[in-house]
């Protein structure tokens, strides 16, 4: 038995790096300090559900077959395809992105990965206006405001609170782990008492509203009172100690989150509604008056108290997901967002960070900006790259039945596509890379098996603020397995021979 | 009164279920458990006269699919359906991409109705209606 402390995990945007896991007998036994998605696939990489060989469709069905047959399969589907798409990448290494964009321009294909259905917006956002940010680690020890829009890390990002944020002592905010449990305490105390009133007939208890949206009593109180200690070596937990109120938590979502229950503060807005929300928020912030009594289900007056709130921190971050760019404006509520940010940099501090989903999608969109210039949605048709989201994004090609062939790796996109762009990419040759027999992969018709980057692979992830961290490799692949670096490398160098062969068979 | 259809907006997204379900095996049963569901409000469910657990047919432009709907545990969400993000979900979100590649899985409108008798589909049968593969 043998322990491995410092593990990194290879699920969510997070990148937790505390990970301790203990191996007995090349398997990983027990996990120490994950949240329940880790422990899922730390505990599950060896399940039935893992891909074992090979397999390439032959009469409908899937067969086993060697890595040598398939890698030459694919590299025969590749080479001979006119417009292929490379799709995925964002659940590898940085070592395998790299090499998917060699091999991208050597079949002339298209290069996109799942930030298309992701925070592809975000970045669109991010190119239109720029972004202010800032590292998970000054988050943690410096912001005392901080704000989800539109996510629930609770269920996406379990241990985003409690490593950077309302639940993490950071050297100048102190952790609200302990408020938030008196405050559940407080909770379950009421729904007894309201359980004993309802037997005894006192109460009759009605259907729960939508939240009125007003704002506790507590959220205007100062985030600080004045350090009167002024022992450097004592002062920050003096600081600390005299706060009488620490960090603040606001969620703003279209329904209560599990977040949303942890928060001090839940705004509840309408579907859609973002936009015109952050819009009211940033005139409120330059001073301008509404002449509306409601934005977006929201009175003026709370946001008023909110913008207050958000002028007084002297930290302020806020955290946006799916719900900004996956509704109604996309990519024009992220940029809204980041105005707001500019404008709020006129009074006080504040970033903004978007809560990216897939362990190393940010490392993709690193990946493939240095070797190509572009994040995602490449096109090397053309011989060079090309990059018009809306033209050479994969969801598009797919519904417009552009594409001819496809490789997709480490993702799922015919379990995330709309049904539409999902039957193109079916009907079309369809080579899959992933370690589990994933949705994709069972309509497959060539599938590899590939060792589990961060499990049976070390290499290098993006965490979601762009720090890149590396991944352990703490158990052996099953044997004779490749890496997806490794399957890549050879299709690529089998494309090559063949495209060279053809040469030859021309001249 | 129950109606027979109720108009609402569709949502998908995360919940910590089909994460955990995702990351143990697209094939499980925690997986297909997480992701057939569809969280709706107490009082829409009254409106369709359907008890908690009872299937529901969904129905957009894009297609329609039976799911199981649960009572939101958190709040109110009225006029909102919640499904976790799977195949089921997928198969009636919106691929309108607005020019710029993201499909619309979040705001567009949608059709409930109680189905009780209707099966909720495994993952093998509504690949073959959808891929006849």
């Given at each position: 038995?043998?322990?491995?402390?410092?593990?990194?995990?290879?699920?969510?945007?997070?990148?937790?790096?505390?990970?301790?896991?203990?191996?007995?007998?090349?398997k990983?036994?027990?996990?120490?300090?994950?949240c329940?998605m880790?422990?899922?696939?730390f505990?599950n990489?060896?399940?039935?559900?893992?891909?074992k060989t090979?397999?390439?469709?032959?009469?409908?069905?899937?067969?086993?077959?060697?890595?040598e047959?398939?890698?030459?399969?694919?590299?025969?589907?590749l080479?001979?395809?006119?417009?292929p798409?490379?799709y995925?990448?964002?659940?590898?290494?940085?070592e395998?992105?790299r090499?998917?964009?060699?091999?991208?321009e050597e079949?002339?294909?298209v290069?996109?990965?799942?930030?298309?259905?992701?925070?592809?917006p975000?970045?669109?956002?991010?190119?239109e206006?720029?972004?202010?940010?800032?590292?998970?680690g000054?988050?943690?020890?410096?912001?005392?405001?901080i704000i989800?829009?539109?996510?629930?890390?609770?269920?996406?990002?379990?241990?985003?609170?409690?490593?950077?944020?309302?639940?993490?002592?950071?050297?100048?905010e102190?952790?609200?782990?302990?408020?938030y449990?008196?405050?559940?305490?407080?909770?379950?105390?009421?729904?007894?008492?309201s359980?004993v009133a309802?037997?005894?007939?006192l109460?009759?208890?009605?259907?729960e509203?939508?939240?009125?949206?007003?704002?506790?009593?507590?959220l205007?109180m100062p985030?600080?009172?004045?350090?009167?200690n002024?022992?450097?070596?004592?002062?920050?937990?003096?600081?600390?100690?005299?706060?009488?109120?620490?960090r603040?938590?606001?969620?703003?979502d279209?329904?209560?989150?599990?977040?949303?229950?942890?928060?001090d503060?839940?705004?509840?807005?309408k579907?859609?509604?973002?936009y015109?929300i952050?819009?009211a928020?940033?005139?409120?912030?330059?001073?301008?008056?509404?002449?509306?009594?409601e934005?977006?289900g929201?009175?003026?007056?709370?946001?008023?108290e909110l913008?207050?709130?958000?002028?007084?921190?002297?930290?302020?971050?806020?955290?946006?997901?799916?719900?900004?760019?996956q509704s109604?404006?996309?990519f024009r509520?992220?940029?809204?967002?980041?105005s707001?940010?500019?404008?709020?940099?006129?009074?006080?501090?504040?970033?903004?960070?978007?809560?990216?989903?897939h362990?190393?999608?940010?490392?993709?969109?690193?990946?493939?900006?240095w070797q190509?210039?572009?994040?995602?949605?490449?096109?090397?048709?053309?011989?060079?790259?090309?990059?018009?989201?809306?033209?050479?994004?994969?969801?598009d090609?797919?519904?417009?039945k552009e594409?001819?062939?496809?490789?997709?790796?480490a993702?799922?996109?015919?379990?995330?596509f709309?049904?539409?762009?999902?039957?193109?990419?079916v009907?079309?040759?369809l080579?899959?890379?992933?370690?589990?027999?994933?949705?994709?992969?069972?309509?497959?018709?060539v599938?590899?098996?590939?060792s589990?980057v961060?499990?049976?692979?070390?290499?290098?992830?993006?965490r979601m603020?762009?720090?890149?961290l590396?991944?352990?490799?703490v158990?052996?692949?099953?044997?004779?397995?490749?890496?997806?670096?490794?399957?890549?490398?050879r299709i690529?160098?089998e494309?090559?021979?063949?495209?060279?062969?053809?040469?030859k068979g021309?001249? | 009164?129950?109606?027979?259809?109720?108009?609402?907006?569709?949502?998908?997204?995360?919940?910590?279920?089909?994460?955990?379900?995702?990351e143990?095996?697209?094939?499980?049963?925690?997986?297909?458990?997480s992701?057939?569901?569809a969280?709706m409000?107490?009082c829409d469910?009254?409106?369709l006269?359907?008890?908690?657990?009872t299937?529901?047919?969904?129905?957009?432009?894009?297609?329609?699919?039976v799911?199981?709907?649960?009572?939101?545990?958190?709040g109110?969400?009225?006029?909102?359906?919640y499904?976790?993000?799977?195949?089921?979900?997928?198969?009636i979100?919106?691929?309108e991409?607005?020019?710029?590649?993201?499909?619309?899985?979040?705001?567009t409108?949608?059709?409930?109705?109680?189905a009780?008798?209707?099966?909720?589909?495994t993952?093998?049968?509504?690949l073959?209606k959808?891929?006849?593969?």
């Amino acid at each position: 038995m043998s322990i491995v402390k410092s593990v990194t995990c290879p699920v969510c945007g997070c990148l937790c790096d505390d990970i301790e896991l203990t191996i007995e007998d090349g398997k990983v036994t027990q996990i120490k300090n994950g949240c329940a998605m880790c422990e899922s696939k730390f505990l599950n990489y060896m399940t039935e559900h893992r891909t074992k060989t090979p397999l390439i469709r032959k009469d409908g069905k899937l067969v086993p077959v060697s890595y040598e047959e398939a890698i030459h399969k694919s590299a025969e589907i590749l080479a001979n395809a006119s417009y292929p798409i490379l799709y995925g990448w964002s659940s590898t290494d940085c070592e395998a992105q790299r090499v998917g964009v060699e091999l991208a321009e050597e079949v002339g294909g298209v290069l996109d990965n799942t930030a298309v259905v992701c925070h592809g917006p975000s970045i669109l956002g991010v190119q239109e206006v720029g972004i202010p940010t800032a590292t998970l680690g000054q988050i943690r020890h410096r912001a005392d405001l901080i704000i989800y829009w539109g996510c629930d890390p609770w269920s996406a990002h379990p241990r985003h609170l409690e490593r950077y944020t309302s639940f993490t002592d950071g050297r100048f905010e102190a952790s609200e782990w302990k408020s938030y449990l008196n405050k559940v305490k407080a909770s379950v105390g009421m729904k007894k008492r309201s359980s004993v009133a309802r037997r005894r007939g006192l109460y009759c208890e009605s259907a729960e509203t939508v939240s009125d949206n007003k704002p506790p009593e507590t959220l205007n109180m100062p985030t600080h009172t004045v350090c009167v200690n002024n022992n450097p070596a004592t002062m920050n937990k003096e600081c600390v100690r005299t706060c009488t109120q620490g960090r603040k938590l606001i969620v703003v979502d279209v329904r209560k989150t599990m977040t949303a229950n942890a928060a001090d503060y839940f705004i509840q807005v309408k579907p859609g509604k973002d936009y015109e929300i952050m819009q009211a928020i940033r005139a409120l912030v330059k001073e301008e008056e509404l002449d509306v009594d409601e934005v977006g289900g929201v009175s003026v007056e709370y946001l008023e108290e909110l913008v207050d709130v958000m002028i007084n921190c002297q930290f302020g971050v806020i955290f946006f997901g799916m719900g900004l760019t996956q509704s109604a404006g996309k990519f024009r509520n992220v940029e809204d967002a980041i105005s707001l940010i500019r404008d709020l940099n006129m009074r006080t501090k504040f970033v903004i960070i978007p809560m990216r989903g897939h362990f190393n999608v940010t490392g993709a969109n690193t990946v493939f900006t240095w070797q190509s210039g572009y994040p995602y949605a490449i096109d090397f048709s053309l011989g060079y790259p090309k990059y018009n989201p809306g033209e050479t994004t994969v969801v598009d090609i797919l519904l417009r039945k552009e594409s001819d062939a496809a490789l997709v790796i480490a993702s799922d996109p015919v379990s995330n596509f709309p049904r539409k762009a999902a039957e193109h990419l079916v009907k079309t040759p369809l080579i899959v890379i992933d370690p589990h027999m994933n949705v994709t992969a069972m309509v497959g018709d060539v599938v590899f098996p590939s060792s589990i980057v961060g499990i049976e692979k070390a290499g290098t992830a993006y965490r979601m603020d762009h720090v890149p961290l590396p991944l352990k490799k703490v158990v052996e692949p099953p044997e004779g397995f490749l890496s997806d670096e490794e399957i890549l490398q050879r299709i690529l160098e089998e494309v090559r021979r063949i495209k060279s062969q053809e040469k030859k068979g021309a001249n | 009164m129950v109606q027979q259809k109720l108009q609402v907006t569709l949502l998908t997204g995360r919940t910590i279920e089909q994460g955990v379900g995702k990351e143990a095996g697209k094939a499980t049963q925690g997986y297909f458990e997480s992701t057939t569901m569809a969280y709706m409000d107490i009082c829409d469910m009254k409106k369709l006269g359907i008890k908690n657990q009872t299937n529901i047919l969904v129905t957009t432009p894009n297609g329609s699919v039976v799911l199981r709907a649960v009572k939101y545990p958190r709040g109110a969400m009225p006029g909102m359906i919640y499904i976790p993000y799977g195949p089921w979900a997928n198969s009636i979100v919106s691929n309108e991409t607005t020019s710029i590649g993201m499909p619309s899985f979040r705001g567009t409108p949608a059709e409930v109705e109680p189905a009780p008798d209707k099966p909720v589909l495994t993952l093998k049968e509504l690949l073959m209606k959808q891929f006849g593969k």
